[in-house]
């Protein structure tokens, strides 16, 4: 059985490899949580949207009619770090929101380092522009849902490669 990296996980999450199924990345943010949902077996992501984040309360409520809807089997946040890879200001708050979605949802919670996440996804949404697709203004939340499903994707992929 295929283990999963010890610095993935949040506490008390469950060491074997990740079950089959749906998985929300969430690009935790303190005014935006961008949501994304991939599975293990494709090892693919798409954003999914975003959710409001104001005070350090959460949309609950948005949050709880996505994963009743997707029913996801785990959720993959993504750890915001320093580019060297230290943690941050706004990792204190990430790992309490950890704390509170895996309690909430009764789901494991794997973190994963999400350096440049945000870069990499401003850059897509550049590119796309630069194809032609500007059927609209881009806005702060398409980087963040797109963040998520990067965040997603690697920590799929890695994980699966263990």
């Not at 992501?45 to 949309?59: E, F, M, Q």
Request: net charge positive; charged share 25%; with cysteine.
């Amino acid at each position: 059985m295929t283990k999963s990296p010890p610095d993935n996980r949040a506490p008390g999450a469950d060491v074997c490899a990740p079950p089959p199924g749906i998985y929300f990345g969430i690009d935790f943010g303190a005014k935006r949580i961008g949501i994304a949902k991939g599975q293990n077996e494709t090892r693919t992501a798409s954003p999914l949207t975003t959710v409001r984040n104001i005070n350090d309360r959460p949309d609950w409520e948005h949050l709880d009619k996505l994963v009743t809807e997707w029913r996801p089997v785990g959720l993959v946040v993504g750890l915001p770090l320093t580019v060297d890879g230290a943690q941050q200001a706004l990792s204190g708050q990430c790992n309490s929101f950890c704390k509170k979605i895996g309690k909430r949802y009764g789901l494991p919670v794997y973190r994963c380092d999400e350096r440049f996440s945000s870069i990499e996804a401003s850059n897509i949404l550049a590119e796309n522009r630069k194809l032609g697709n500007r059927r609209r203004r881009v806005q702060r939340q398409d980087t963040d849902k797109i963040a998520a499903a990067i965040i997603l994707e690697n920590w799929l992929c890695g994980t699966m490669d263990q």
